[in-house]
Structures are given as structure tokens and as C-alpha cells.
């Protein structure tokens, strides 16, 4: 009997070593040949030119540029958006919130390639001589500057269902509700209590709806290539018909980037914010002085 007990938790473990094996075969593994093939030369066998050369690509920098601040502004937009519009709907009208998802979720169910289209006619039409009065036409030439906070609109759109879900599962696992109510029970405003109570509370989840944004923007490429505006994925694009281990190079260097960023977001949820927010921390045993 012991034997057969025995047995159980070592046949487990052995699974569970499997499954994790395989899956890191799968996942490690094409990013193991990338990096080969990123740094193979027949010539002199090694060469880290891929990761060193890319500061001086013609064009990198300003397209890097772009995508960053379209990554930063897309956040920006995104949170101001949505915390507000979260707390709202989870303190005072509990019964908007399937609209409020509905409405979030639409960017999974309406195609990328339609919501350019729309986005591209706009800009026909504002260009139009029956239009040529109004201020629409200088509106859109503002939204197209440098940086294109068009784009950012339309990132800001395709990065609701991302952040719709990372905040609504901070606020539905932590006490926000109850320390927002104490909040304004001592006298703080709504501005006070979300600047000093709310984001605190939802670090994480800011967080990681942050990350999302940033990486949608980070690695979109159809949209910006049908408005014609130079982000770094199709900078990328193009320059891989030149260079084809600086291509794959980079982009083992953005994936690198994110996984630093998920580290990094991980660190910041520790133990620490966990026993501020809604953890009561272990009490101690007092010693015999105190009793």
C-alpha cells in the first residue's frame, strides 16, 4: 500500500516535467533557431551584428520613435478612458456593466481591416472639395501630424477588450469598492479617493492593461501600413527585404522587451502591495515582555 502511494505523487511529477518540457520545447525552441539564425555567418561562424547594427539602420530611429510615442499615448488614452469609466460602472450603476463589456468587447468582433477602411474613407472625404469649408479637413490634417494621433484613436479602439479585462478582473479581486466608500466617507473628493485609493489599489491591473496596450502597438502592422504611417513593425517589414537577420534580430529583441516588461509588472505586484491591499498581514506572537 505504501508502495502504490508512493507512486502517485512521483508518476505526477514526472507528467508535470513532461508537459513543462514540451511546452518549452515549443515555445523555446523557434526562438533558439531565431537567434541561430540571427547570429550565424558562414564566414566567420559568429556574428552579433543583428543586435548592434541596428542604431544606424536607415530609418530605425524615427520609426522606433513613432511606435513609442504611439505606445505611451495609446496608454495614456486607454487609462484615462477606461479607470474612470470602470469605477463608475462598478460603484454606481452595476447594471451598465454588460453594456459597458458589450461595447468593449466589439473591437474582437468587427475585423481590423473594416474599421481601417472606415477610418481611410473619413480621410477621402475630408480632403473632398464639398468639405473644403469646414473644419473637418483641418482636424484630420492635425490628427495625421507627427505623432499621428489618429493612429493612437484607432489603437486606443483595438486595445479596449484588453483593458476592459485586465481592470475588471482588478476590480472584481480586490476591495476597491469598500476602501473608495471609506475614502468618501472621511470627507476625500472623487479626485483625491482615484488618485490616492484607486490607482494604488489597481496597480496591477493598470499595469498589466498598460502592457497590453503597448504591445498591441508595438507589433500592429496592418493598420499603420494601410494609413501609410511609418511605426516600427513596418519599418520592419520593409527593411527585412534587405537584411533578413537584423529583421529577425529585432524582432527577438521586442519579444525579449515585453517578457522583461511582464517580469517587471510581476515585481511590482510582490507580497508588499498585496498586504496594503485587501491581504491583512500575519500577526505576530507577542513576546513574553509584552504579555
Known amino acids: 500500500m505504501a508502495t502504490v502511494t508512493q507512486r502517485g505523487p512521483a508518476v ?11 511546452a518549452a520545447v515549443y515555445f523555446a525552441g523557434p526562438a533558439l533557431a531565431s537567434f541561430y539564425f540571427s547570429i550565424h555567418n558562414s564566414a566567420t561562424g559568429v556574428d552579433f551584428h543583428a543586435y548592434t547594427a ?10 522606433f520613435q513613432q511606435s513609442l510615442l504611439l505606445g ?3 496608454v495614456v488614452l486607454t487609462t484615462i ?12 450603476y452595476p447594471g451598465a456593466k454588460r453594456w459597458l ?15 481601417v477602411v472606415g477610418v481611410r474613407d473619413l480621410i477621402t472625404m475630408s480632403s473632398s472639395d464639398a ?22 484613436l484607432v489603437y486606443t479602439v483595438l486595445a479596449l477588450p484588453f483593458t476592459y ?17 471609506a475614502a468618501r466617507n472621511l470627507g476625500a473628493g472623487w479626485g483625491r479617493t482615484l488618485w490616492l485609493v484607486v490607482v494604488p489599489a489597481l496597480r496591477t491591473a493598470i499595469l498589466n492593461a498598460a502592457l497590453l496596450a503597448f504591445a498591441l502597438v508595438l507589433g500592429e502592422f496592418t493598420i499603420a501600413k494601410i494609413l501609410s504611417f511609418g511605426t516600427f513593425p513596418v519599418w520592419l517589414s520593409q527593411f527585412g527585404s534587405t537584411d533578413g537577420q537584423l529583421q529577425v534580430g ?10 522583461v516588461l511582464l517580469l517587471l509588472i510581476a515585481a511590482a505586484a510582490g507580497p508588499r502591495s498585496a498586504r496594503r491591499f485587501g491581504r491583512p498581514r500575519r500577526a505576530t506572537p507577542s513576546s513574553p515582555k509584552e504579555s
Request: net charge neutral; hydrophobic share 60%.
Open 12 to 22: 505526477a511529477t514526472v507528467w508535470r516535467v513532461l508537459v513543462l518540457g514540451l
Open 54 to 63: 541596428f542604431f544606424s539602420a536607415p530609418g530605425f530611429q524615427p520609426a
Open 72 to 74: 505611451v499615448g495609446t
Open 81 to 92: 478612458l477606461m479607470v474612470p469609466t470602470m469605477l463608475l460602472a462598478h460603484l454606481r
Open 101 to 115: 463589456e458589450a461595447a468593449c468587447l466589439l473591437p474582437l468582433v468587427v475585423p481590423p481591416v473594416a474599421l
Open 131 to 152: 468639405l473644403a469649408q469646414s473644419p473637418l479637413p483641418s482636424v484630420m490634417n492635425a490628427l495625421q501630424g507627427n505623432p499621428p494621433v489618429l493612429l493612437a
Open 165 to 181: 479585462r485586465a481592470l475588471d478582473a482588478g476590480l472584481t479581486g480586490s476591495a476597491v469598492p469598500t476602501l473608495v466608500e
Open 250 to 259: 529585432l524582432s527577438l529583441l521586442s519579444l525579449v522587451t515585453i517578457w
